[in-house]
């Protein structure tokens, strides 16, 4: 397992030359392989680069897409700013914690489940908007919400 | 020989909504009936409509489907393309038009309402397709610069334009580009897609549907300037706009048209794209810089401007999208043309996201001067429901909130400047008389508060402040000793702060307080009349 996280990171940092400057771009693409960045791999990136650990945790820590725990299967990204806050936006979110019983920021107890907040993602004409995973869902309302949400736990179950 | 053509919305809602599916749905229908020599099948970036997608559009009739299924392409293949008659059912009903690439209807003694410059061929090119962008012109105004200017006619005809940059500053394009022609050695242009002013998508629509329009405008500022290298930092949540970019920087090399000794002349020019990972403040000039050496995003203290010491320390020009996108049509049709567009002290057009209770949501592209009512009346189809304006908030979260009274000032960076608003970013975010403004500047502050990035005390340790007291005065806990002590906390927040981010964070609060401060007054728990 260890030696398999090893591979991987130097592969990513390979391709981008360990170039320091790539040091954020790598980090996303150990995030997106890895499901989130650990401590020993962060360890293992400023060892490659001969940075200090301090700095390498310090740009993982500052970015949001960067996670440093691991996440539930799936990840709800919800817009919180104000055009979506305008267009119905507390409704929904109120609707997300309700069903599924954790706050913004936590991951439900089953690992399903994590409930995060995001920042604009461009898709403001058709706000509210929440992603799961990589899908846009615009327009929400509380009832579509309750639709999506149950289909994923359909799919989930129906494998 | 290609008689048709169908285009396909290929935008996230579309894709996220099965845009592939009925893309090969088309695609396998046309090669079933040995059509796929005579009809071309494509993606366009945007359309002006957003409730229909995805949208199947068939040229040269211009007959428009949607929202199309994947089961529905092989239908309209059979019907419209080999049959010959127009799939009636399936056609989008035109009555509920809306979109982020809205119409501009010409309004009565606005002679160039119906100029587009920037969004001319969103929509109509394929994005993935060069040829189809140096068929409307592309590489045209490159072409011109190499072989019939110097770099200084270029650089000349930019500052004659009066160009601003349209990130939200206003500063004179063409003088922030002569800083750094006048230096010598390795120097760079800068690529500002990090876009995330919340409500703003303008740059992210010119990327997905005309990509090459800022790849030229790059080369073309290189040229001007003397860079060799130029880099795109693109925010990390345009996935889509990211792949179109990196796909027409390939195409253009291929094509001679970037990369070494462009069109055969001695000028080279290097374009690469660095992907940002989440960060508002990146969006901030040096933070970018920052960022794209591979740090944490925070601003370097200025001076030195990124003209003097930019990226690796060296000279460069840090430009917003929508600003180079404007470089090519300048050279092309020259900078009397472009002054006759716009208003004087602030030429050419504005791109604007429209946003809120209006009838009309998304982009539009309409010179600058054009004033707030008239968006709101023309472009935007009106209020919502019929229900009155209450205040508009521009450009983004740090963007000011423009009250009714401001509804007919013209539209430019000094007309807002003069007034004590800002145009910011371009994002209109639009709110009836049901908004509750302390609840807006509650959400304002709280986006600030997340995105600080922590380096300055009046940021950091202001925006955590001036949230408690909004929430104690949102929810009626506050007294007017707290009023006072917020508005004092913005006022030093303002004035204090070490960059754009803690500057503007207080800005809804004290725009907020300056045309509504009755509201805040009456949330008051000691508050009597």
Same mark, same amino acid.
Request: aromatic share 8%.
């Given at each position: 397992m260890v030696?398999?996280?090893?591979?991987?990171?130097?592969?990513?940092?390979?391709r981008y030359g360990n170039d320091r400057e790539a040091l954020v771009e790598m980090l996303r693409e150990i995030n997106r392989e890895m499901a989130y960045l650990s401590r020993e791999t962060l360890a293992l990136v400023a060892d490659t680069l001969k940075l200090p650990y301090s700095q390498v945790y310090s740009v993982a820590s500052f970015y949001s897409m960067l996670d440093l725990e691991p996440r539930g299967q799936h990840v709800i990204k919800f817009c919180q700013d104000a055009p979506c806050h305008v267009a119905g936006g507390r409704a929904i979110w109120e609707t997300l914690e309700h069903e599924l019983g954790v706050s913004f920021g936590a991951t439900t107890p089953d690992g399903a489940w994590s409930l995060l907040t995001t920042s604009c993602i461009g898709a403001c004409a058709v706000g509210p908007v929440m992603m799961i995973d990589d899908e846009i869902y615009g327009n929400l309302t509380p009832e579509r919400v309750r639709e999506i949400l149950a289909r994923y736990a359909d799919a989930d179950i129906g494998g | 020989m290609i008689r048709s053509r169908i285009l396909i919305s290929g935008d996230p809602l579309s894709l996220a909504r099965g845009a592939e599916e009925t893309r090969l749905a088309i695609e396998a229908e046309l090669s079933f009936l040995g059509l796929d020599d005579e009809v071309e099948v494509g993606y366009v970036g945007q359309v002006d409509r957003t409730d229909m997608l995805p949208l199947v559009m068939v040229y040269p009739e211009g007959v428009r489907y949607g929202a199309v299924k994947p089961a529905d392409g092989a239908y309209i293949v059979q019907e419209h393309i080999y049959k010959g008659r127009i799939a009636e059912h399936l056609l989008a009903p035109p009555e509920t038009l809306s979109g982020e690439v809205a119409r501009l209807p010409g309004r009565e003694g606005a002679q160039y309402a119906q100029k587009r410059i920037l969004l001319r061929r969103v929509g109509l090119i394929d994005p993935l397709n060069i040829e189809e962008y140096i068929a409307h012109d592309g590489y045209f105004a490159l072409g011109k610069a190499l072989s019939e200017m110097q770099p200084d006619d270029v650089l000349n005809a930019v500052k004659e334009s009066g160009l601003q940059g349209r990130g939200g500053a206003g500063f004179p394009t063409g003088l922030k580009w002569s800083f750094v022609a006048n230096q010598t050695g390795e120097k760079y242009v800068v690529a500002n897609a990090d876009e995330s002013e919340p409500?703003?998508?303008?740059?992210? &629509?010119? &990327?997905?549907?005309?990509?090459?329009? @800022?790849?030229?405008? &790059?080369?073309?500022?290189?040229?001007?300037?003397?860079?060799?290298?130029?880099?795109?930092?693109?925010?990390?949540?345009?996935?889509?706009?990211?792949? %179109? @970019?990196?796909?027409?920087?390939?195409?253009?090399?291929?094509?001679?048209?970037?990369?070494?000794?462009?069109?055969? *002349?001695?000028? *080279?020019?290097?374009?690469?794209?660095?992907?940002?990972?989440?960060?508002?403040?990146?969006?901030?000039?040096?933070?970018?810089?920052? *960022?794209?050496?591979?740090?944490?995003?925070?601003?370097?203290?200025?001076?030195?401007?990124?003209?003097? %010491?930019?990226? %690796?320390?060296?000279?460069?020009?840090?430009?917003?999208?929508?600003? @180079?996108?404007n470089v090519?049509?300048? &050279?092309?049709?020259?900078?009397?043309?472009?002054?006759?567009?716009?208003?004087?002290? *602030?030429?050419?057009?504005?791109?604007?996201?429209?946003?809120?209770?209006?009838?009309i949501t998304g982009l539009i592209e309409v010179p600058m001067g054009i004033t707030l009512g008239e968006v709101v009346d023309i472009y935007a189809g009106g209020m919502k429901g019929g229900r009155a304006f209450k205040c508009a908030q521009t450009g983004g979260a740090s963007g000011s909130i423009i009250p009714a009274e401001l509804l007919n000032v013209p539209m430019d960076f000094a007309s807002m400047a003069d007034k004590g608003a800002s145009l910011g970013s371009g994002a209109l975010l639009i709110c009836n008389e049901d908004t509750d403004v302390v609840d807006l500047a509650y959400v304002l502050v709280r986006f600030f508060k997340s995105e600080s990035c922590g380096k300055c005390v009046p940021c950091r340790v202001g925006t955590a402040q001036m949230l408690e007291a909004l929430d104690r005065l949102r929810q009626g806990y506050a007294r007017s000793a707290d009023l006072q002590r917020l508005e004092q906390v913005a006022t030093y927040a303002r004035e204090s702060s070490f960059c754009g981010l803690g500057q503007a964070a207080p800005v809804p609060i004290l725009s907020g307080l300056r045309f509504f401060r009755e509201e805040f007054e009456a949330k008051l728990k000691d508050f009597s009349l």
């Open positions: 030696k398999n996280t090893a591979e991987i990171v130097h592969q990513i940092m390979t | 409500g703003t998508f303008k740059d992210a &629509m010119i &990327m997905e549907g005309d990509p090459h329009a @800022l790849l030229e405008g &790059m080369a073309l500022t290189g040229y001007a300037v003397g860079a060799r290298e130029g880099w795109i930092y693109i925010r990390g949540e345009y996935a889509l706009a990211h792949q %179109r @970019l990196t796909h027409a920087i390939r195409q253009a090399e291929e094509y001679g048209l970037l990369g070494d000794n462009i069109m055969g *002349s001695d000028f *080279s020019f290097h374009i690469h794209i660095h992907a940002g990972a989440g960060a508002y403040i990146c969006g901030e000039e040096t933070a970018l810089l920052e *960022s794209l050496e591979g740090k944490r995003g925070t601003p370097r203290i200025r001076p030195p401007y990124p003209t003097t %010491r930019g990226f %690796r320390g060296r000279p460069t020009v840090v430009n917003n999208v929508e600003t @180079l996108a090519p049509p300048i &050279m092309l049709h020259g900078a009397a043309w472009f002054r006759t567009i716009g208003t004087r002290r *602030s030429p050419g057009t504005k791109l604007y996201t429209v946003m809120g209770d209006v009838n």
